[in-house]
């Protein structure tokens, strides 16, 4: 009697533990997600002159937010807010490159994701983003004060790493393709050349 309680215990106690992954497997998914993060970006020239001469934005943090919508199941739309702050340089040649002044960029963009499940590892989901929105540079030195806005085009993608069905960490490199805006920024019809400016960033995710 005591060897058949004992058996029936331990068949309920492995189909308990057995059910775990199930019912966590059969979790609501989250529809609406919000992903506050912080990396660093690394900005493009602005514009490159004669023997190696150039102007940008120094490397720095960046800090923001972007929030999605799943629309299918591996499918979802997202807007992002970022902003950084960082210095401006001049690039000469030999010297290197020489801070005068501060250089803040605001970014914002939208787009869509798409996720591409691992059946190995179902907790782990890369993923890739495209979209477009605009960066607003607010450009200060002893030489010029002034704003552009431009338009930036993205492309990035990353890995988002589920910890429970409502929380997770999202790693991301996002590159922002644009031009600086030297008519709004100078008067002067300066055709700029086009940027990279990627952004490595760690977040964490909270889903509804």
């Known amino acids: ?108 963009d939208g787009g869509v994701e798409l996720k591409i499940p691992l059946q190995s590892a179902p907790t782990v989901t890369p993923f890739v983003q495209g979209g477009i929105g605009a960066m607003r540079y607010e450009v200060s030195s002893s030489f010029l004060n002034t704003n552009a806005t431009n338009v930036a085009y993205n492309v990035g993608g990353g890995v988002d790493v589920k910890l429970s069905p409502n929380f997770g960490v999202k790693v991301m490199a996002k590159d922002y393709l644009g031009k600086f805006d030297f008519k709004e920024a100078t008067s002067f019809d300066l055709n700029g050349k086009t940027m990279n400016n990627v952004a490595l960033t760690l977040g964490v995710h909270f889903g509804f």
């Open 1 to 108: 009697m005591q060897r058949f309680v004992l058996r029936t215990s331990v068949i309920g106690l492995a189909a308990s533990l057995g059910a775990i992954p199930l019912a966590a497997q059969q979790a609501k998914p989250t529809v609406f997600d919000v992903q506050p993060y912080a990396g660093y970006m690394m900005f493009g020239k602005m514009i490159e002159g004669p023997i190696g001469t150039s102007v940008s934005s120094a490397s720095g943090p960046v800090y923001g937010a972007q929030m999605s919508l799943t629309m299918a199941k591996n499918f979802a739309l997202y807007g992002n807010v970022g902003y950084s702050s960082t210095d401006l340089k001049v690039g000469l040649p030999i010297i290197g490159g020489i801070d005068v002044g501060s250089s803040k960029a605001l970014l914002y």
